[in-house]
């Protein structure tokens, strides 16, 4: 089991800045997949970013590229999310994730465990 506990969410105005943690503890030993997703009222839990399990690789959904920087810190078992540039689309709870599946990482089904979530408001 991998439990994980998302922090730093907030209210913030158009073109601000959030950076989203995710600390995982449990067994952790084994890396995972790791992504960010959100979901806003009345919508489906939509993907934003992933990293792999040896951070090698990153992959980020068109409406967040070049405005969001995922990352993860090995030694402190944490999940980062830089949110620069932030627009009112972005206004959602985000959903730290962590996985071993097979599935495409861009979907839920590539995730074994999910956080509780942390809400990110942009208004002015």
């Known amino acids: 089991q991998v439990q994980l506990v998302e922090s730093g969410g907030g209210l913030v105005h158009p073109g601000g800045s959030l950076r989203l943690s995710c600390a995982a503890s449990g067994r952790t030993f084994r890396p995972h997949d790791m992504a960010w997703f959100r979901q806003a009222p009345g919508k489906e839990r939509e993907f934003v970013a992933t990293i792999s399990r040896l951070g090698e690789t990153t992959y980020y959904a068109d409406s967040v590229k070049g405005r969001f920087t995922i990352s993860r810190d090995y030694a402190k078992n944490t999940l980062y999310l830089q949110m620069n540039s932030l627009k009112s689309e972005d206004t959602a709870v985000y959903y730290c994730?962590?996985?071993?599946?097979?599935?495409?990482?861009?979907?839920?089904?590539?995730?074994?465990?999910w956080g509780q979530g942390t809400q990110v408001t942009v208004s002015s």
């Open positions: 994730a962590a996985g071993r599946k097979t599935a495409p990482v861009v979907t839920t089904a590539a995730y074994d465990y």
